[in-house]
Every structure is written in structure tokens, then in C-alpha cells.
């Protein structure tokens, strides 16, 4: 029974000391609320237009048409990084290439490289995420993916 009366001290003791935790020194002034940033500095931190949108690659902006059937097609972008969900499976192993950039298009090459040699290799699909360095972000343009396989 003991037990259960240390248990309880010690909640007691813990909701005490959480409760009391913010010396007075720490509220902002003005009853607790940080001020809200006026409606143009708001504005001020929002991309333009042609900046880079860092976030997931809209469906309409991705054209997957040369990967095959099944295979991932996400992409983010960060800056100039595009990060490719790429597959591979057993002894391969994805990697990707820029093939193309123009204003318009940004052309990506998943490719999966196997080894060329008989070995033994698990029966098992992975979808890694491969990087590629652009020149300039995405932005607007349209992101096209295609997929070779190649023997080492």
C-alpha cells in the first residue's frame, strides 16, 4: 500500500513544480499574447512569384508518363535540390541524372543499375530517395521523369 501513496506524493509534487515553472519574469507583457506582425510584414515574407516554392512537386506539375507502371512518382523540391522517389530491388541500386533544363522543363533520368554478374539477390522492392542539383529552383516548371535500368 505504500506504494501507492509514493506514486501519488510524486504526481503531486511534479503537477506543483510544472505549475510553477514560468517565474513572473517570463509572460510577455500585454496579459501573455506575443504581438501579431503588422498585414505588410506578413506579406514581406511570402515568396514572389518566380522564387522557389520549397515543398512536394504538385501532380500537375509532374510528368511521369516515361516511368513505368507502379513506380513512385513524388518529388520535393528545396532550393536548387530536387529529392526523387526512386525504386529499386534486389542487387540494384537508384540513382538519378538531370538530363534536361530549359524555362520550361526539367528533365530527370531515374535510373536503376543491377549487376551484370550471376549472384543471388533478395526478392524485395525499396523506394530510396535520390537527389539531383538543379541550376536554378524549379519553380514553375514542369518536372518530367523517365527510367532506364543499366548492368554494371
Known sequence: MRWKETIAGAALGIGVLA???QAPGDAPAGGGH???ESASEALKKQPADHEAQDGPVPADQLNGRGLPEGFP???TAKGRTLTITAQEGGCGKASAEVTEQDAD???VLLVETETA????CTMDIRYPPVDVRLD???GERTLVLEHTTRKE
Do not use: F, I, Q, Y
Open 117 to 120: 554478374g550471376k549472384m543471388m
Open 136 to 138: 536554378a529552383p524549379l
Open 19 to 21: 505549475a510553477c515553472g
Open 34 to 36: 506575443e504581438p501579431s
Open 105 to 107: 522543363t526539367v528533365s
Open 73 to 75: 512518382r513524388e518529388a
